[in-house]
């Protein structure tokens, strides 16, 4: 691998399952090493180059052994091997020399990272390929003099927290700590580096480190989506003079998957108070700042600070990005028109990333003269140690140093069969000497429960046996199996095996879904039932032996899980998910639902943390339609999340990107919960609270096309919210004014094209609302309207508090000096949206008071020593019924003027209906047919004048008697012209009159 920039590769996978679903179009194209975007929307396209441009889309097959080979006569097809001879094998190939190597995989959550680095099944990954390669190498070495030592070490970043994923046991909260180091640099302190001899004790050791992660995961949803996972191989080659002294040639090769990278801008949410990102997320944030600084620095631009030690895993791969190492980058990619923004941010960060230069040099030294710089290390310590008279933490620190010191001094004079001798026997502690394949037995003959991840790689690794008898699940050391996470009680399901059926039956109070529908008492299992504990705790039930079929498992997987509790919600059918194939709208309908469904499980998380931390808030998704703000009643949808407090009844609405900033706060504060830390007491950094907001609560449009014939408009509208329920009646009245300022009579009807150039004034009226469903639920909260009129201020009502019947009162003039065609185009396409808000806290200020008090018993106020306070509590219980009398009272006058004006326009209807039924009245409908009767008959008569002046002027041209005087036969074609302009003016006005008189009395 010539030189030391960065090199590159990106490779795109066939579509899944969700993006089959979708109809989904391939807007990725590779030719050479150059990789072409094309945008689904206008199909603009963006070229990028890398070292390598891999395509395994299509133009596949799979072979008798599992694996995805090229189709016959294709070339085209990337498969794994030729993956790892362009990359793994470089790799090596430094390992060997002596340099430092690194590999890193990223991409959004399932875009195939795990699979190039790790596989499935018989197709390998890179991971295990080079691994593979590598012992092969060594067991050819048939020099005595060189000794091939290669040591193994896997972990996991998670919440900026440092987890060993080779230790099964408890490990410290805190995680491990960071180090540095004036020469290696920055190294975790604790970790396990495991010697092993051979590839199938790497294979174990992977094993065991994904079945912690999958625990882990399980536990919190800390799924690889959010965790990065590094994996070092250590390879030393110790080498003997003739003169017996040793050298040591070694390398670390760090094989890095990192978490999903579709959070890596979120260190905060646009327009949320708390401003800080999530810790859980600050690692690859740092990551992407610290590839931006080293391009800029290959760029030429000076004083650039890299920011290493702003995360934990830039400071693990300082030496991997501008360092000591030979590095390597793999970009997955989508080849999904519905991931096109995710997919261009991928393309763009692995552009930037092949700009940084690394400077790589061959880590080789004496072994002996490392224990004499090691001896004089330590001596220095301990003189600094015997002068005293530094600060505690100081002295602390040269007592690690000199520990660690002796640690590695005493590893060296260890030989490597004991190193692997002690490695050995560390396994069997661990795993009581239980041969794996012992391990595999029991759920072959057995039904068990498995787990299903997000993440491929993580699903299927645990297995939970079920025995004849009973078997247990929760979170109690009593239960037959441990599981812990959101919403998981101490004892939370109990299942019976009778050795021909399975029951499952649900600890009361326990939260169980089978197939998507909550459980609510004993059940029988059947093969292949989905099951899912608690918040995110998903398992797939494989029944007996006689109901298995090869792969009936492969189906099942955590999308599926999603669609399923999304669908048994009514999700699908309010999102009309589409079919395959249908439209662009459809397309984004159903992209919608997708992100509707991803954030299902992120709900369920927080209403679960909110449940354990006695929050008593409740989090809820929707579906928001911008045609409902929108006065063409254009746009699409958006999720949006609807959040309630259930103590002090307020409502707040987030959108998904601020609700998934909380969330990640929400983690972490939980996290800290767990380990037993003091909570914050402030509402600054509470991620649950936030200052009362104004909420949307329904609409309604006007169309304003009758006001381009100055008809007014006096009606009653319903206000539906974003789900087409009926919040409320709203009376607007729209009237056109004359200049004095007067209302115009319906003798006022006009041609919109006689409106041009002319002033023209109306008015907008809306007296009343009634039925508001919003106050009726709390008399604390309020209501106003709002509208908004060709581009200008928006217009608000007074706020109305408590009131199930408003009286708004609200009128507003708008004055049109000069009336344009625009002007008139607006009328005549646009509607009127006038928006119902509500508002809360009310006018008193004793509903804050108890969300202050709500917010300090949460935060460890002691509600005993306060007992004494009993007396003032009542005072003001007792102020509260004194404004809930009030409340009472204004609401029965506001039904007794209710009443009479529903009194007043019943008898109107009444007195309406009898003169429709009167025999001396002509109907409506009669009217206008007498009156358009009259219309054509005038026009025919028009018609008649016309074709007596088309034949006389055919006389004048043919005959000879008129000939000679053109200058009478124009004039009496004048006469019969002015003859027919009259006529046809009478007749319009003779049906303007008509239809005014027609809705004069349809208004009586």
Known sequence: MPGDSVKVAVRVRPFNQREKNAGSSCIISMSGDSTTIKNPENGSTKMFAFDYSYWSHDSFQENGEGVFTPRS???????????????????????????????????????????????????????????EELFKAIETNKDSQKQLQVSFSMLEIYNEKVKDLLVKSKQATEGLKIRQNPQAGFYVDGLRNVPVRNYKEIEKLMEQGTVNRTTASTNMNATSSRSHMVITIRFNQVIRNAGGESNTRSSDINLVDLA???????????????????????????????????????????????????????????TALGGNSRTIMIAALSPADINYDETLSTLRYADRAKKIQNKAVVNESPTDRLIRELKEENARL?????????????????????????????????????????ARREWERGHGGVDHEEEQAEWRRLPYFTNVNEDTQLSGVIKHCLRVGETTFGKSSTATYIIRGLGIQEQHAIIKNSGSKVTMEPVKGAKIYVNGIKLKAKQELCHLSR???????????????????????????????MAELAEHRGVAIDLQTPKINESMENLKSYVLFQE??????????????????????KFEAEIKTPASHDALQHGGKEVIIQVTNEKTKKVWIWSKEKFLHRKDLMEELYCRYMDGESLPMGRDTDPFWDPVEDIFLGSCHIMLQSLS?????????????????????????????????????????????????????????????MGVRWCSEDRSRGVYCKFTIISKEPVKSQTVWGKGYCDFGLKHRVREKKVTQEFINYLQTHSLVVELWGSQGGPYQSTLNEEDQIHQTFNGSNGHAQSDDVFSQLKNKDLEIEHLTKDLDAMKKDNFNLKKKLDKQQTQIDMKKQRRASTTDVGLDADLAQALRLFFKDVKTVQGQISEIKEYAKMSQHGSSDNGNIKKALGKQEQKLH???????????????????TLRKAKR
């Open 73 to 131: 006569g294709s070339t085209k097809y990337t498969d794994q091997r030729r993956v790892f001879q362009d990359l793994g094998q470089g790799v090596l190939d430094n390992a060997w020399q002596g340099y430092n190597a690194a590999l890193f995989a990223y991409g959004q959550t399932g875009s195939g990272k795990s699979y190039s680095m790790i596989g499935y099944g018989p197709n390998k990954g890179i991971v295990p390929i080079t691994c």
């Open 260 to 318: 999903g990278s579709e959070r890596a801008d979120s260190t905060g949410a646009t327009g949320d108070r708390l401003k800080e990102g999530s810790a859980i997320n600050q690692s690859l944030s740092t990551l992407g700042n610290v590839i931006s600084a080293l391009a800029d620095i290959a760029g030429g631009k000076k004083n650039v600070l890299v920011p290493y030690r702003n995360s934990v895993l830039t400071k693990l791969l300082q």
């Open 382 to 422: 301990m003189a600094a140690l015997g002068k005293g008279g530094g600060k505690a933490d100081d002295s602390e620190e040269l007592q690690r140093l000199l520990r660690e010191n002796e640690r590695r001094m005493a590893d060296m004079d260890k030989t490597w069969e004991q190193k692997l001798e002690e």
């Open 531 to 561: 099951i899912k504990f608690g918040s995110s705790c998903l398992f797939l039930y494989v029944g007996q032996v006689s109901e298995r079929k090869a792969n009936d498992e492969k189906e099942y997987d955590y999308d599926y899980f």
């Open 596 to 617: 509707f469904m991803d954030l299902l499980p992120q709900i369920s998380e927080a209403n679960a943390i909110s449940l354990e931390l006695n929050k008593g808030v």
């Open 709 to 769: 014939y100055c008809v007014e408009i006096d009606e009653h509208f319903t206000l539906h919210n974003y789900h087409g329920k009926e919040e409320a009646v709203m009376r607007v009245k729209i009237f056109p004014l004359n200049d004095k300022g007067e209302y115009l009579g319906d003798e006022s009807i006009v041609e919109p094209r006689e409106l041009l150039g002319k002033p023209f004034n109306f008015e907008i009226s809306i007296p009343e609302c």
């Open 979 to 997: 003859e027919v302009e009259s006529k046809l003016s009478g007749c319009v006005d003779s049906l303007k009159e008509s239809v005014a008189n």
